[in-house]
């Protein structure tokens, strides 16, 4: 198995970056962001609770989130690999995943971190609010909150997998294209 983590602020590029690579390498998305949309949009409790929070651009709890991500892994036991996309968002769920994957022989081999700056973060995604339908793109206080989030709790995620020097930085401003090739040249480097 080629176990993926795709790292980086909000608005960095993680979606459209995910699906370029899923589509090259085959490898199974899991994308908590759409985990939780998905329950909203399903009117679930779990979905109805995470909504108020990811309203006010907080986080989700982690056993609720560890949750989720555990019923999809085991839904998906043919899967060549997974590509995790805005997940592990802190240090309890990398500790978590750890556990989850290492209990199937597994590990996560590389996480690219996504370099964008602040200004740009914010541009992009009120950009992308315009047109996407997320409420949590549309109000610049709640970008501000998330990436605020971001800084506050979830750094510690490239620190956690730097102790086992699994980070690459990769710049994420350019055209969607040279970030990809980047992206791909690591991914060959392991795979
Ligand atoms: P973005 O990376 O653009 O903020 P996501 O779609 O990854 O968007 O996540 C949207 C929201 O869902 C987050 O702001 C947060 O409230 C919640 N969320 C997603 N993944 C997690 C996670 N791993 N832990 C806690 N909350 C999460």
Redesign the pocket.
């Known amino acids: 198995m080629f176990n993926l983590i795709l790292f980086g602020p ?2 960095s590029g ?1 979606g459209t970056q995910s699906e370029n690579i899923i589509a090259a390498y085959g490898l199974q998305h899991l ?4 985990l ?1 949309r998905s329950e909203i949009a399903d009117q679930t409790t779990l979905g109805l609770k995470a909504k108020t ?2 309203d006010a ?4 709890p982690d056993e609720v ?1 560890i949750g989720m991500v555990d019923n999809f892994m085991n839904a998906h036991p043919e899967a060549k690999g997974f590509l995790f996309d ?5 240090t309890a ?1 990398c500790v978590a995943l750890d556990d989850l994957l290492k209990q199937k022989g597994n590990e996560i081999n590389v996480v690219l971190a996504l370099q964008v700056g602040e200004e740009e973060l914010v541009k992009r995604l009120l950009g992308r609010g315009a047109t996407s339908g997320r409420s ?1 793109d549309t109000n610049e206080t709640i970008i501000r909150a ?1 990436i605020k989030e971001y800084n506050d709790k979830t750094t510690a995620v490239a620190t956690y997998y730097a102790q086992f020097e699994k980070v690459v930085n990769v710049q994420g401003e350019g055209s969607v294209e040279s970030i990809y090739a980047d992206l791909k040249k690591e991914i060959d480097a392991r795979i």
Not at 31 to 34: D, K, L, P
Not at 86 to 90: I, L, Y
């Open positions: 909000p608005g993680k994308s908590t962001g759409n939780l929070l990811m651009g907080q986080l989700v989130v805005g997940f592990p968002r802190t769920q949590d998330r």
